[in-house]
């Protein structure tokens, strides 16, 4: 059985940082591509990271230099560390498996404050 569950989402003022996780079951997270979309009110879900089994990263341009990927193998965990955080990044963030998405989690609320 496939499991994604996320967790670190919150509330924090604009410019501040949190720390996403994404724990995964074992029999998807040692052969996939990890990735995290994110769904903004009123807007469509876009991509924002993605992380391949040798750990290359991808980012969306607007999140580029702000936010950071990263796997533990051993925990079957991804994370995604976001700083500087910004108004805009205000969403529902989602953690996926395989490239192009398969597995959803369930999704947490990331708010940032003006």
Do not use: H
């Not at 967790?7 to 720390?19: E, Y």
């Not at 529902?92 to 398969?102: D, H, N």
Request: charged share 15%; aromatic share 12%.
């Amino acid at each position: 059985q496939v499991q994604l569950v996320e967790s670190g989402g919150g509330l924090v003022q604009a410019g501040g940082s949190l720390r996403l996780a994404c724990a995964a079951s074992r029999s998807i997270f040692n052969f996939n591509t990890m990735g995290w979309y994110r769904q903004a009110p009123g807007k469509q879900r876009e991509w924002v990271a993605r992380i391949s089994t040798g750990g290359s990263t991808n980012y969306v341009d607007s999140v580029k230099g702000r936010f950071t990927i990263s796997r533990d193998n051993a925990k079957t965990t991804v994370y995604l560390q976001m700083n500087s955080l910004k108004p805009e990044d205000t969403a529902v963030y989602y953690c996926t498996a395989v490239w192009p998405p398969r597995y959803w989690g369930q999704g947490t609320q990331v708010t940032v404050s003006s």
